[in-house]
């Protein structure tokens, strides 16, 4: 099916899951080359005419609903991580169909319909029969008990980073941490050669901004790494890490992109700000200072605490090359506003971040306040 904005897709990397992945793409080419009677090299194939090419990306998720799907922002083919026990009928089946959603946006653009007649022309005209035309499934997925505790202890530890009594809140936002820690080391000691390793895609925008990249840094003080990912027409941030990690960082992501704005409006107001440029710098110190109290907590770790968080960030780096086998470098360069900076950085130094569990939701909700200090 074609990708949408609603569907929730966590990917997912070990050393099995990118072999599986590699064996896709295999399978992929020798379907375009001896069905779809296109010329492939690599990592690419051509159009009938020979006259553009396009790249074969493979990813493997977890999504509850939905075995395969193919995403034209991205040029890119999912499938889901059960796959690697389905029958090879049933995976041949799926790759097709979602191929045959590739060569209709090819053929149609990507504005038609996932299963109109534009696709089941494709499919037809390549003597694919319902077995693949209708080759989808609905799935169920249930989050594990150890992860469900730990989400409730981190829960209730945040809250408490909220109180009044600032050595109270600077413990529970400890704890928090050593937690999170504690969890990520043990699941890689129980298993260190399949560590399962995850990436979500959050905050699509048009093009990279301050205020994504002031979240962005924030992000990384729950234990993820970032990137951002460049499509035909947006960007977003590619958060990695365990999938509770990534949890917790998606939904402060979701806190910060509204709190910003809403900190951003106090300020203009009382300190008469204007302008873009005041703007992107007092996101960028909010941050800054955000980071800097958390870089200061981080002294009142214990040495072994320390020398664990050194070992999580050496994992983070191995993950990220996991994910990303080629990662060129990115600087960025603009004016700064010291006075929107200094402010920020004052707010930042003040911002306590409180997730809560929305049930409804079955993930974090938010509660976020600003604390005088």
Request: aromatic letters at 8%; charged letters at 25%.
């Amino acid at each position: 099916m074609l990708s949408s904005t609603n569907y929730k897709k966590m990917f997912v990397y070990s050393h099995s899951i990118i072999r599986f992945a590699g064996e896709i793409k295999a399978l992929i080419k020798r379907i375009l080359t001896t069905e779809v009677h296109l010329q492939c090299g690599n990592t690419r194939f051509y159009n009938r005419k020979k006259t553009k090419s396009y790249p074969i990306n493979v990813v493997i998720y977890n999504h509850k609903s939905m075995l395969g799907y193919f995403d034209a922002e991205f040029y890119e083919l999912g499938f889901h991580e059960c796959l690697m026990q389905a029958s090879k009928e049933q995976l041949h089946n799926i790759v097709r169909h979602e191929l045959a959603h590739y060569l209709t946006f090819m053929q149609y653009g990507a504005m038609v319909q996932p299963h109109a007649s534009e696709f089941k022309t494709i499919c037809q005209s390549l003597g694919w029969d319902e077995q693949v035309s209708k080759a989808t499934t609905t799935l169920d997925s249930h989050a594990s008990e150890e992860e469900s505790s730990v989400l409730r202890k981190v829960k209730k530890l945040m809250a408490l980073s909220t109180s009044a009594h600032a050595n109270e809140a600077e413990q529970a936002m400890l704890k928090s941490q050593e937690l999170l820690l504690r969890h990520n080391l043990e699941a890689s000691k129980d298993n260190p050669d399949e560590e399962k390793i995850c990436m979500l895609r959050i905050m699509q925008q048009k093009k990279e901004t301050a205020k994504m990249r002031a979240i962005a840094n924030i992000l990384k003080t729950f234990f993820v790494g970032i990137v951002y990912h460049r499509g035909e027409q947006f960007t977003t941030l590619e958060i990695i890490g365990t999938a509770i990690n990534i949890e917790i960082a998606e939904y402060v992501a979701k806190v910060l992109d509204t709190e910003f704005d809403n900190l951003w409006a106090g300020a203009k107001k009382s300190a008469h700000l204007k302008g873009a440029l005041a703007k992107n710098s007092f996101f960028l110190g909010i941050a800054k200072g955000y980071c800097n109290k958390i870089q200061a907590l981080k002294r009142e770790h214990s040495s072994e605490v320390t020398n664990a968080i050194l070992v999580l960030e050496k994992q983070l780096v191995d993950a990220q090359d996991m994910v990303y086998s080629r990662l060129s470098s990115r600087k960025t360069s603009a004016n700064y506003c010291p006075t929107s900076g200094l402010l920020g950085e004052k707010m930042g130094r003040q911002l306590n971040i409180n997730p809560a569990i929305n049930q409804k939701a079955g993930i974090f909700g938010k509660l976020l306040t600003n604390k005088k200090g």
